[in-house]
């Protein structure tokens, strides 16, 4: 089975996401927390469920998607996934990976 990563700055967007929400309905924002964690959790059977990335060249990113939410993520290898970040869909995300170019 693979063992998934939570980077540093996938923790930050989560959290950032759920106090966000929290400002308006904190339910909501568990239960949205909750299903992109149940989400990222289907990696562990299928890793390379997520399209691929194709903007960035030096690096394999797929992507999954939760509701209105794209999930970042690199297969560093056959046991381990690295979640890069958790992106509101309307944010650039060819921004955010300009650094793996």
């Known amino acids: 089975m693979v063992k998934i990563n ?12 759920y106090e966000y929400i ?10 949205l927390v909750d299903g992109i964690c149940s989400k990222v959790e289907l990696l562990r059977v ?21 509701g209105h939410y794209r999930i970042a993520y690199r297969l560093i290898s056959t046991t381990r996934i690295d979640i890069l970040a958790v992106i509101h869909g309307r944010m650039d995300i060819k921004k955010y990976f300009d650094k793996y170019r």
């Open 46 to 66: 299928f890793p390379e469920i997520g399209y691929k990335y194709e903007h960035v060249s030096k690096v394999h990113i797929r992507i999954i998607v939760y």
């Open 22 to 31: 929290a400002l308006d309905d904190s339910k909501a924002a568990q239960k």
């Open 6 to 17: 939570w980077t540093d700055e996938s923790k930050y967007w989560l959290k950032y996401i």
